[in-house]
């Protein structure tokens, strides 16, 4: 069944115009070369900018849809992690919340180990566990669809592996998610990925296809090497040092 | 740390907070009853000749001041925890911005140039003033500007309007233009009369409750403006607002009793205290904090045995510099750490 269902939206010079279908559980890995428009497709399908088109969660218009019930269809993680006020970490994951629920606040910050740190200014947080704060903030209202832009930069081995694991749990409950990220190893644990280069979705495939279609090689400018890793894809009858 | 423990630490923290506010409650009242009543040997003389006469003394003559102070507190609290929160910035201030020197500059040009004399239309021009100075900030610094760039156009703004003001006192048609204007444009509670009270207090608690009714937007703003807008706030749109109305609050407020610093600045700063750091909720403390400070600064200059007035806002900078200057260092410290 379809949750997230965008069609024709469009950024000035940033985003062509783009039609996505994402059904409901799916994992969906968005992939693309530095200024290509992954943080601008997210930023569209959020609402963030008043994007042309229109963008339906679970057929209900995001434009028109009120504040307590739009924290309930979607939510949008930004790639900035910077909070400027010191707020308890506990008090931002309970912004993510239209009414206060101290079961599933206490919920989150079990499922994020924040026990520690759930009543330090987030401000004064690394940025690693600022960023698993701002990630349990996004999961609180249960949205049917998480936007995440670069969730995993910032942090270490043991919350890459566990992030995957809450993600995946998340999904087998209905929820989706379109998380933008750069580390290609990661892509086997999606169900689906898009290529978003010059601002258009350039590929949609399993995360398999994707990495061996000659067009990923040439938009990324990388290409497999003989012995299984990325290795820089340099133009034919070039013999260039750096 | 186990569960019980967490629920330990959150009840204390939240019964700490409840603490905070009730005594900020207290201190309050107390600084209004102190403020109607003291001096006290005035309205006791009154008192002993005819207890009608120290009514009278008590409802016309201390009480408009009394309202102005705790209105006038309040609009600097609520104005600058709102302002501060729109623009990302615990520095961003009416003081600081340039909108009080707008707002003086607005009510000198309305004054002494466009010879009006109607409180309201006075108090306009004062909210005039300051809406141009914001916006002006607005245009030189952008909403997102870094504490830098905030604090250079906001002096910059400041250093303009108030040479603006200084000429036009200058030039003013009256030559007691300048000698009249010294008298508030540092900030006078003195001989206010109840209407004009009611000019700055109008407007004021109008504009107050309606950024009041703003609070929780302001503190999802908190969470990053793509946050906010993903959310269904349209940031841009209510930091306009923020401005408008923290313009109206300030702009009327000095039109009547000058410009006064630092209260604006300091008291978000201890109200986020209360509020558990969010910017929005610490509207309502900031008020109650903007009213005690500035009540105890008129006190001060009541106390003062000289026939001349000691300008209020001289107190609330002789003691909001040195704290000022402490939130420029530690900012320093952390951005440098």
């Known amino acids: 069944m379809t ?240 | 740390m186990d569960m019980h423990g967490a629920f330990d630490a959150l009840r204390n923290r939240a019964f700490e907070r409840q603490t905070l506010r009730v005594l900020l409650a207290l201190a309050m009242l107390l600084c209004i009853a102190a403020h109607l009543l003291l001096p006290i040997a005035p309205l006791r003389e009154a008192h002993e000749i005819d207890p009608e006469l120290a009514n009278l003394l008590l409802v016309q003559l201390r009480l408009p001041r009394t309202l102005l102070v705790i209105g006038y507190g309040a609009a600097l609290g609520v104005s600058g925890a709102a302002l501060q929160a729109t623009f990302a910035n615990p520095l961003a201030s009416p003081d600081i911005s340039g909108a009080s020197s707008g707002a003086a500059l607005g009510a000198v040009i309305g004054g002494y140039w466009l010879g009006i004399s109607q409180p309201l239309a006075l108090a306009a021009c004062g909210a005039a003033g300051a809406l141009g100075t914001l916006g002006l900030l607005v245009g030189l610094a952008g909403r997102k500007a870094d504490t830098a760039t905030l604090l250079l156009a906001g002096l910059a703004i400041s250093l303009a309007a108030g040479a603006a003001t200084s000429l036009a006192l200058s030039l003013a048609p009256s030559p007691f233009a300048f000698y009249d204007a010294f008298d508030w444009l540092m900030g006078s509670f003195t001989d206010r009369s109840l209407s004009q009270a009611a000019a700055a207090l109008v407007p004021a608690s109008f504009a107050t409750a309606l950024l009041l009714r703003r609070a929780r937007a302001l503190d999802l703003i908190g969470l990053g403006e793509d946050v906010a807008a993903s959310l269904g706030l349209r940031p841009r749109r209510l930091s306009l607002e923020v401005i408008a109305l923290s313009a109206v609050a300030v702009g009327a407020c000095v039109s009547v009793a000058g410009a006064i610093g630092f209260v604006g600045l300091v008291a978000p700063l201890f109200a986020r205290r209360i509020s558990g750091g969010h910017p929005g909720k610490a509207m309502i403390p900031a008020a109650m904090i903007g009213a005690v400070l500035l009540t105890l600064a008129d006190l001060a200059v009541r106390a003062v045995p000289l026939d001349r007035p000691i300008p209020v806002g001289v107190i609330t900078a002789l003691f909001g510099t040195p704290l000022f200057i402490w939130m420029v260092v530690t900012m320093r410290r952390r951005l440098t750490a």
């Open chain 1, 3 to 242: 949750s997230l269902q965008a069609i024709d939206i469009a950024l000035d010079r940033r985003l062509q115009p783009t039609s996505i279908d994402v059904p409901s559980g799916q994992l969906v890995a968005l992939v693309g070369p530095n200024g290509g428009g992954k943080t601008s497709l997210l930023r569209a399908l959020a609402r963030v900018e008043l994007a042309s088109g229109q963008v339906t969660v679970d057929g209900e218009d995001l434009d028109l849809a009120p504040e307590a019930r739009r924290r309930r269809l979607l939510s949008f993680l930004p790639a900035s992690r910077e909070v400027t006020w010191p707020i308890a970490a506990r008090d931002v994951i309970r912004l993510g919340l239209d009414r206060p629920d101290e079961d599933r606040i206490a919920e989150l910050i079990a499922l994020f180990e924040l026990e520690l740190l759930a009543d330090r200014p987030v401000n004064h947080l690394s940025t690693g566990e600022r960023a698993r704060v701002l990630t349990a903030r996004a999961l609180a209202s249960r949205p049917r669809i998480l936007l995440l832009d670069e969730p995993l930069s910032n942090l270490d081995p043991y919350w890459v592996l566990r992030f995957f694991e809450i993600f995946e749990t998340v999904a087998a409950s209905g929820q989706s998610f379109l998380i933008a990220l750069h580390d290609l190893a990661q892509l086997p644990r999606f169900d689906r990925a898009l290529l978003i280069a010059d601002g258009e979705v350039q590929m949609d495939e399993a995360p398999a296809n994707l990495v061996v279609g000659e067009c990923f090689g040439e938009i990324f400018r990388i290409r497999e090497g003989a012995d299984g890793d990325w290795e820089i894809r340099r133009p034919e009858g070039r013999r260039s040092s750096p």
